[in-house]
């Protein structure tokens, strides 16, 4: 799954699908024999699933190897051979983005210092994250594409200004979805943070924390979860990229909240994309069209719900939102409001800003189901 800079340096952001996969012993998948197509997942796992020094398995079944964090996966990307990871802190001048008491997420014990968690990966979770590029299309917010519905907020920055990171802190909700659906929570900026359920991806239907980079290139959509491609860089010892969420938000109970910040670098809290890999692309001075919202797909007519599953009614207790929601502008965290925001909807979800409040803030979902049966 390993890709030339020349590739990387096109990404394509946020694209979503849930494909089945189905396989049985002597068939054939696009022109290959399931034998031969297992050799390949082989060396590619033997590539991924590097030697630990502490093994954790979690409640939920998962099972996490501690690596040497400078022998992790994202090092066996030629462009990295000389980069060492970056185990930084936020800055206490972007304390805002710090203030909050998130829900417990990660492992319960921890990684010995100098490695990190990188979940075991085996043949399943590759046949799922590649069916589920094969009919991938770009993401694109006011056009999200056949089966997709997106509710949010998306922004550009000034002109000739480039955003060098984004951040807002999510209520996490984990709506019902079946093995066909998937309902996400996003920021994006050329790179993707998020939380997804998504049960084909993982085989569960638990809210997780991910990231993902796409491409498009004559045609045909490519792309990479997590730390199953060499690239992205982790470095918390505690937190996965693919963690699940302990705890979620109820309507009209507790909300629960979790940062995710896209940066360039800098104030690393679980993880990033190194600089080089976009050093062709002039992403590695900033990005921009940052997005936040909900993203929901489907292989049938019905859609999944999105967020807490109600329509924004002001009510930021019972429908999903997001708040303090940043971008970075100089190195410096300010609210988009010299920005021009767009709210973008959908028949079934429905979003809404609020810039009167001192910290920008939105809210997004809805119940999904029939279109036709959905409030206009």
Known sequence: MARDMRKIMRLVVVAIVLTAYIASNGCVVNGRS????????EKELAAINKPSIKTIETEYGDIYDCVDVNKQPAFDHPLLKDHRAKILRASRKDAS???TNPTKIGLKEGCPA???PLRRATKEDLRRAKSSFK????????NPGQGYDFAGIVTTPPANVLFKGIAARISVYQPP??????STALIQLQTQTETKIDPELY?????RLFTKWSEEHDGTVDGCYNTLCSGFVVTNPNIPIDTAFNDVSIAQRSQVFQWMMVTLDDNIRIGYWPRELFSFSGFSVGGYNATWGGLVHTETDV??????GIFEDGNYNSTCNMVKVQVNIGNTFVSPYDNPVRVLKSRCFKASKQNTHPDYRFQFGGPGGLPNSCVA
């Open 203 to 207: 085989g569960d239907s638990r809210a």
């Open 97 to 99: 983005l710090l203030e």
């Open 114 to 116: 100098g490695s990190v």
């Open 303 to 308: 859609s999944p719900a999105m967020g807490s």
């Open 177 to 182: 979805v079946s093995g066909q659906q998937s």
């Open 34 to 41: 399931i034998q031969s197509e297992d050799v390949e997942l």
């Open 135 to 142: 009919r991938l299309s770009s993401f694109e917010p006011s």
